[in-house]
């Protein structure tokens, strides 16, 4: 992958799979770097809804703290897959992106 995309002076990755390489030069195995890569991603989103005052920083901790064994459980299903199992279907958020704006407006509604 790093020699396809450098040999043609394009550098553009997506975030995952820098993450595993990122993990691969580290040598962490796949289980730690699926683990760490679920816990950024749920930090993340539970940080953007603190950032739209959605959840205040207190409930934020206590929804970090709920949600932790669905994403371990979530994990635990999902690990391990092969790449030409990689995809990824959203439809509701195929839905809400049309509503992209009105987070962006409340962002800055202070």
């Known amino acids: 992958m790093r020699e396809t995309s450098l040999s ?4 553009s990755f997506h975030h995952a799979p820098i993450f595993g ?3 691969g030069f580290l040598e962490l195995d796949s289980s730690t770097s699926q683990r760490a890569f679920m816990f950024i ?6 940080s953007a809804a ?6 205040g920083p207190l409930g934020a901790a206590v929804l970090q703290h709920h949600i932790a064994p669905i994403s371990e459980a979530i994990l635990n299903q999902w690990k391990d897959r092969p790449v030409e199992e990689a995809c990824q279907t959203v439809s509701l ?4 992106q049309g509503c992209h704006s009105y987070p962006f ?3 800055f509604c202070s």
């Open 93 to 96: 958020l195929d839905i809400v």
């Open 21 to 23: 390489l990122i993990c």
């Open 105 to 107: 407006s409340r962002l």
């Open 8 to 11: 043609n002076e394009v550098v």
């Open 50 to 55: 603190t950032r739209l005052n959605l959840v």
């Open 41 to 46: 991603t749920m930090r993340d989103v539970i």
